[in-house]
């Protein structure tokens, strides 16, 4: 399979504890972005990366996330201190050509 | 004024009518749009892009109107395979993220 591939599928965790998700993009792809999906909220960008330099965070993004993509290849965002609000879907797209979004099938979030 | 803006619907269709949706967006300066469907609980996935000439693939019609700061997407005779959420997606003049549109649920009944 070569299409984006995210881990864990589905998370389950306390409040106040950190979690990290991975998303590895299609291999020739140079730009990663994650976005947050609530059933509220509808798909809303968090950050974006160009290979390993991140250009872009969302006001959305409190101190408490952070999103690395070391050598520009698999991206991971962390979650610190995670609370009930964090409970979302995480997905994470790799760009192509004519800046087309391919999706992994993303990160479900339960924070109880 | 949100930046992209959709109807939620649902849009309930019967099967093998046309339907058709917009999408209105604040930036004047956006410069590419973009179709996406997305299916109940899976990720989104690419529809078409809308150029200025507008453009069609199989019953599917995007177009652009930048007076009116506009996208539409049109299904001719609808499948009942049709039936997700229609996402539009527009990327402003001064920032490289593409924002979302929240969605427009479509129902095709038989």
């Known amino acids: 399979d070569t299409g984006v591939s995210q881990n864990p599928r589905h998370k389950i965790t306390k409040r106040g504890q950190n979690v990290t998700f991975r998303c590895d993009p299609i291999?020739?792809?140079?730009?990663l972005y994650w976005y947050r999906q609530t059933l509220g909220q509808g798909q809303e960008f968090l950050t974006y990366?160009?290979?390993?330099?991140?250009?872009?965070k969302s006001r959305l993004l409190s101190d408490r996330f952070s999103a690395e993509r070391p050598k520009g290849s698999f991206s991971t965002l962390e979650i610190q201190r995670t609370e009930q609000g964090d409970s979302a879907m995480y997905l994470c797209?790799?760009?192509?050509?004519?800046?087309?979004?391919?999706f992994g099938s993303g990160t479900q979030l339960s924070v109880l | 004024r949100k930046e992209v803006e959709q109807d939620p619907g649902p849009f309930n269709v019967p099967e093998g009518a046309t339907v058709a949706f917009n999408c209105t967006y604040s930036?004047?300066?956006?410069?590419?749009f973009f179709w996406y469907r997305q299916d109940c609980r899976k990720e989104p996935k690419l529809l078409m892009s809308?150029?200025?000439s507008g453009n069609e693939d199989g019953r599917f019609t995007a177009q652009l109107n930048r007076a009116s700061q506009y996208i539409s997407l049109l299904i001719r005779d609808s499948k009942l395979s049709d039936s997700a959420t229609y996402l539009c997606?527009?990327?402003?003049?001064?920032?490289?993220?593409?924002?979302f549109g929240k969605g427009t649920h479509l129902i095709i009944q038989p």
């Open positions: 990366f160009q290979n390993e330099a991140q250009l872009e």
């Open positions: 291999s020739e792809h140079n730009r």
């Open positions: 930036n004047s300066a956006s410069q590419s």
């Open positions: 997606v527009v990327r402003g003049g001064g920032a490289d993220g593409l924002t």
């Open positions: 797209a790799s760009q192509g050509a004519r800046e087309k979004l391919f």
């Open positions: 809308v150029y200025s």
